[in-house]
Structures are given as structure tokens and as C-alpha cells.
């Protein structure tokens, strides 16, 4: 199981790569081997400002819709274009290319409740 070293981790699976101001978000490796095939990324929050632990957007697999939860709280302020023609690429490179949104950082973004890759190792039993 890939866990990139670099970033951190929420109890939904998600992750964040904090860049000074800005965070890029995603859901993991493990997530999306979860979900199994992803047909559909809806992201309808671009713009607005979202409470960490809200919803910001939903992914559809061939199994099931899952919510997309927030890490930290921002203002979403790109959604990955790439996925409305090409959901597919959360489940080839979850990292990297399958990133979903990006996000400017809150004062208060409550990053202190973000997990090390060694904590989310330890949640996913890997």
C-alpha cells in the first residue's frame, strides 16, 4: 500500500498536501481500492468556504456514492477538471493526477486533527 511520506491523512481517507497557504486533496490509495472503479466525481463547492468535516463533493463507483469530507477548513478554490471526463484516474494515480481539490487555507484550519502517515498506517492496519 502506497502512503506518501509528504502528506497527511484524515480518518476518511483523505488526503492533504500543504503547500504554504494552499492544500491539495484527494482520497488515498486505500479509498479508492475500497470504492473499487470510480465512474463519477462530483465537486459542487468550488468557491465557497467549507467547514473542516463537511462535505465538499462526492465520488460514484460502480458500488457505491461516497461523500467527500473536508480535512481542514478552506475555501476550495480549484476543482481537478481532468476528472469530469477521466474519473478514472483516482484509481490509477490517487496522488499525484487523481487529486481532487485544492484549497486555501482558514486561519484556524485545525490541522493539529491531521494524521501522520505513520498514525494512518496504523488506522488502515497496514
Known amino acids: 500500500m502506497n502512503i506518501p511520506e509528504t502528506l497527511k491523512f484524515t480518518k476518511d481517507h483523505e488526503?492533504?498536501?500543504?503547500e504554504g497557504n494552499t492544500a491539495t486533496v484527494g482520497i488515498t490509495e486505500f479509498?479508492?481500492?475500497?470504492?473499487?472503479d470510480i465512474v463519477y466525481v462530483e465537486i459542487e463547492t468550488e468557491g465557497e468556504e467549507v467547514e473542516q468535516g463537511d462535505v465538499f463533493?462526492?465520488?460514484?463507483?460502480?458500488?457505491?456514492?461516497?461523500d467527500l469530507?473536508?480535512?481542514?477548513?478552506g475555501t476550495v478554490s480549484e476543482f481537478?477538471?481532468?476528472l469530469e471526463?477521466?474519473?478514472e484516474i483516482v484509481n490509477e494515480d490517487p496522488y499525484e493526477k487523481g487529486w481532487m481539490i485544492k484549497v486555501t487555507i482558514s486561519d484556524?484550519?485545525?490541522?493539529?486533527e491531521l494524521l501522520t502517515p505513520e498514525q494512518y498506517k496504523e488506522l488502515?492496519?497496514?
Open 108 to 112: 484556524g484550519a485545525n490541522m493539529d
Open 85 to 87: 471526463s477521466s474519473p
Open 15 to 18: 488526503w492533504v498536501k500543504i
Open 31 to 36: 479509498a479508492q481500492g475500497e470504492l473499487g
Open 124 to 126: 488502515i492496519g497496514s
Open 69 to 73: 469530507l473536508m480535512p481542514i477548513t
Open 80 to 82: 481537478n477538471t481532468e
Open 57 to 66: 463533493g462526492t465520488v460514484e463507483a460502480v458500488k457505491t456514492v461516497s
